[in-house]
Each structure stands twice: as C-alpha cells, then as structure tokens.
C-alpha cells in the first residue's frame, strides 16, 4: 500500500495560516498525490492535488518537496469551517484511484 | 452537495441479516466506488466498478458484493451481518481519468444489533 505519514492532530487559531504536513518516502516517479478532507459527520472531501510543481486553488495551496518525498498543505486563513480531518494520499499506476486513506490529522481551529 | 446520493441515510439491522445500500453517481460520472469508515479501521476501500465492470477490490469481505447497472447506479450487497459490519459507508464516484476528483457521498449508517 502507498505509505503517507501524517500528525495525528494539529491545531490552528482562526484566520491565521495552517501549514499540514505528510510524508511520503516511498513515493514513485508517477504518483500523484491528493488531499481530501473530511468535515464531522460528512463524507470526504477534494481538497487539492499535484503530481511535482506546486499548486494553488481556491481553498489551499499545496507545496511539493523537490525530492517530492514530502509535501505541504497550506491553508492561508484557517476558519472555523476548516475543522476537520485531512488525508494526504498518493494515486498512481499501482493502485490506481483506490486510495488508501491513513488516520489523517485532524485539525482544530480555535476562535 | 457532491452530487453523489446514497440511501438510506441510516440503517438498523441484526445479526444475519442482509442489507441493500445504494448508490447514485454524479451525472456523467462512469466509476463508482465504495469504501467503509469504521471507528477501529478508518476509511477502507472496498470495491470499483467502472461502466458496469468491476476494476478493483479492496478489503471487501466474501459476505459482501456489488455491482453497476445500465443506468450507472451501484449497490453494496451485505449478507450474515456480524456487529462489527456496523460502520459508515460511503460511496463515490468520479470520471474516468486517474487524476479525476472522487466526489463522495453523504453515507449510510449501518448499525448491526
């Protein structure tokens, strides 16, 4: 299985910048990786994903390691509504679209 | 709204019963993917279809079986329920490329007593 290590939890104030970090050593050249997030009593969500150069959408940035065996979600002004728990996730050739979601980090936003 | 439905929302049921749940793409969308939260495993997945054709398995138990119709809709078959088949279980569903969005649904609740 594709192995991405995240913190169990982390925690942010409201409208300040949280950065969600994930490991993934064993990445391989054409894996993707994805960010999903998951609201309380919710089904997960699309949050962003790159394959090596960073990207940007609406809702957060994603930073890539060089050696794209790490990489950075960034929420630019946490809201009470960013609360939930986020899976980092690679897809690729091996596994296709089957992911493979870890525990996640699971962020609370404080007022 | 992802766009993806699924019912029942909650279902409640007993050892060795067999449960239907259902699954309703989003408009266009050829994969269908089911996957099962529970509160000791997390999120697991359980099984693809694309088009009507199974694509890949996952941790999905002999008990349980799917499929796609014609009309793209899936269902999750669940037979000799056991308590620990109680969790959430969502599907999603996605277009045919491999960096295509999964858009999940809102789950149903299976409670086995």
């Known amino acids: 299985d594709a192995k991405t290590t995240q913190p169990n939890s982390m925690e942010s104030n409201e409208e300040e910048p949280v950065h969600l970090p994930c490991n993934h050593s064993?990445?391989?050249?054409?894996?993707?990786i994805h960010w999903y997030r998951q609201l309380p009593s919710q089904g997960p969500e699309y949050v962003i994903h790159g394959l090596t150069s960073n990207v940007n959408n609406r809702m957060a940035s994603l930073a890539i390691a060089e050696d794209r065996k790490s990489s950075t979600l960034i929420l630019h002004r946490a809201t009470l509504r960013d609360a939930a728990v986020y899976y980092c996730i690679l897809e690729g050739p091996d596994y296709g679209q089957n992911f493979v979601f870890g525990p996640g980090t699971r962020l609370s936003v404080l007022p | 709204d992802s766009g993806v439905t699924q019912t029942p929302k909650h279902l409640i049921t007993a050892t060795g019963q067999r449960v239907t749940l259902r699954c309703s793409p989003r408009s266009g969308d050829l994969s269908v993917y089911w996957y099962q939260q529970s509160l000791d495993q997390g999120l697991q997945f359980l099984i693809q279809?694309?088009?009507?054709?199974?694509?890949a398995k996952g941790n999905i138990l002999e008990r349980f079986s799917a499929q796609q119709f014609p009309d793209l809709h899936s269902e999750l078959n669940l037979s000799s329920l056991e308590l620990g088949d109680s969790a959430l279980y969502f599907c999603a569903s996605s277009g045919p490329h491999s960096t295509d969005t999964q858009y999940f649904g809102p789950g149903t609740r299976l409670t086995v007593l």
């Open positions: 064993t990445i391989s050249g054409t894996d993707y």
């Open positions: 279809y694309y088009n009507g054709e199974e694509r």
